[in-house]
């Protein structure tokens, strides 16, 4: 069954910085892949969704990358915030939703 | 609001007391799931449904039950916890269909002794 790795656990990065997160997966590609955004002791929230035919989505600060060929997904987002340290999970359907275990992403001022 | 809620917030039980949680949205979803996260082992999904009256498992189901009757709720029942169920879960809705961005609920921190 289809496994996801979340390549680091903590990332530290500097105010102003891109923050570029890792998401790898290990089967076939899925038809897409998301990315959430979870605060301590509060539930996930969708960031964004990138589809299997499409090679890069934006949102604001936000860019999210598929590459099927490295079955990896890369999330950045550019000119960081404090207020962007949060953990980040992607997710991807393989018949059941299955979540990476997250970056806990620390944005240094 | 549109908004996924979850009740209780916090929960401490003891071993084999059955209990619920309830968890309803407001946003006239098909697909509502249900989720534990636990330190090292991320989110795991425990049961999920595509419609009222459509369950099936998720990845861990052991020990847990729900039901769909209505489109707006879908309850995790533990009919018999135990300390291993000690968790936090959380409920989630979306539209069906392949594009599934979920709204997730604000979680219960379960505890059983």
């Known amino acids: 069954s289809q496994k996801i790795e979340q390549n680091s656990e903590a990332l530290n990065i500097q105010e102003g910085k891109t923050a570029t997160l890792t998401c790898n997966y290990t089967?076939?590609?899925?038809?897409?892949l998301q990315w959430y955004r979870q605060d301590p002791g509060r539930g996930p929230v969708f960031l964004l969704l990138i589809r299997e035919n499409e090679k890069e989505k934006r949102k604001e600060r936000l860019k999210v990358t598929f590459d099927t060929t490295l079955k990896q997904s890369l999330f950045h987002i550019t000119a960081s915030q404090p207020a962007d340290s949060a953990t980040y999970l992607c997710?991807?359907?393989?018949?059941?939703?299955?979540f990476g275990k997250g970056t806990r992403l620390h944005i240094l001022p | 609001e549109a908004q996924v809620t979850q009740n209780p917030r916090y929960l401490i039980t003891v071993t084999g007391k059955k209990l619920t949680v309830t968890c309803s949205q407001n946003?006239?979803?098909?697909?509502m799931s249900w989720y534990r996260q636990d330190p090292g082992l991320g989110l795991r999904q425990i049961y999920y449904s595509m419609n009222v009256e459509v369950t099936d498992k998720g990845d861990v189901p052991e020990g847990y039950k729900v039901s769909r009757k209505e489109k707006r709720n879908f309850p995790l029942i533990l009919e018999s916890p135990s300390p291993n169920q000690t968790s936090l879960y959380f409920c989630?809705?979306?539209?069906?269909?392949?594009?599934?961005?979920?709204?997730f609920g604000p979680g219960t921190r379960l505890t059983v002794l």
């Open positions: 946003m006239n979803h098909e697909y």
């Open positions: 997710a991807l359907e393989d018949d059941k939703i299955i």
């Open positions: 089967n076939y590609s899925p038809a897409y």
């Open positions: 989630a809705s979306s539209l069906a269909g392949e594009l599934r961005e979920q709204f």
